[in-house]
Every structure is written in C-alpha cells, then in structure tokens.
Nanobody, 120 residues
Framework: QVQLVESGGGVVQAGGSLSLSCAAS????????MAWYRQAPGKQRELVAV??????DYVDSVKGRFTISRDDAKNTLYLHMNSLKPEDTAVYYC???????????????WGQGTQVTVSS
C-alpha cells in the first residue's frame, strides 16, 4: 500500500554531522505532516522534528542543530543533523500522515527505523 524507507544512519563522532532520508512510495494521494521521532534504549519514543507545509517545529534539545525538510516532488523527508552529541544516539523513525489514493483515507505510516550512534 504505502511504504516509508529510511536511509542515512550510521556512526559518527561527537560534533559531527549526519543526514537521514525517508522516501515514501506506493498508493499516495497526498502527504500531510511528516516528522522524525527517535527512541533511545530504555526510553520512550520522542518527537524530534515535524514539518507541515512551511511550518517546522523541533524538540528543544535539537533546536539550532537539526533541520527538517521535505521534497514534495520526491515524497521524501530529510533530517540534517549537525553538532551531534552522544545523547542523540537512538533509532530514528520517520512518520507521515498520508491520504491513501485507493481508499481516500488518512493513515499514519512509520518507517522501519535507522540507527544513529554518536561516539564521545
């Protein structure tokens, strides 16, 4: 039906940069809000950044360091992460609210997750 496929995770030293991508494919009529979440070991999943139209918002801990963006022509979401810290280590998930073309219903979809590890 609809798939979200993430890429770009990896291991980086503290202070380094990393970019994530999330490509949506399948029976897509339109994509509403898109977001990045993360889940560190032993912690709850938290919202990192969200983009809806031209509006963006970030959790306080990443403001000024992370940038969320999207390419609607490619149905792709991005997260550019700078000045990474060890506490940014987590599995990062993309999320999208998508109107499915075949059913004309709005449904939440998740990516499979990509590991980001920041070494000190």
């Amino acid at each position: 039906q609809v798939q979200l496929v993430e890429s770009g995770g990896g291991v980086v030293q503290a202070g380094g940069s990393l970019s994530l991508s999330c490509a949506a494919s399948g029976s897509i009529f339109s994509i509403n809000a898109m977001a990045w979440y993360r889940q560190a070991p032993g912690k709850q999943r938290e919202l990192v950044a969200v983009i809806s139209g031209d509006d963006t918002d970030y959790v306080d801990s990443v403001k000024g360091r992370f940038t969320i963006s999207r390419d609607d022509a490619k149905n792709t979401l991005y997260l550019h992460m700078n000045s990474l810290k060890p506490e940014d280590t987590a599995v990062y998930y993309c999320h999208a609210e998508i109107r499915v073309a075949t059913t004309q219903t709005d449904t939440d979809f998740w990516g499979q997750g990509t590991q980001v590890t920041v070494s000190s």
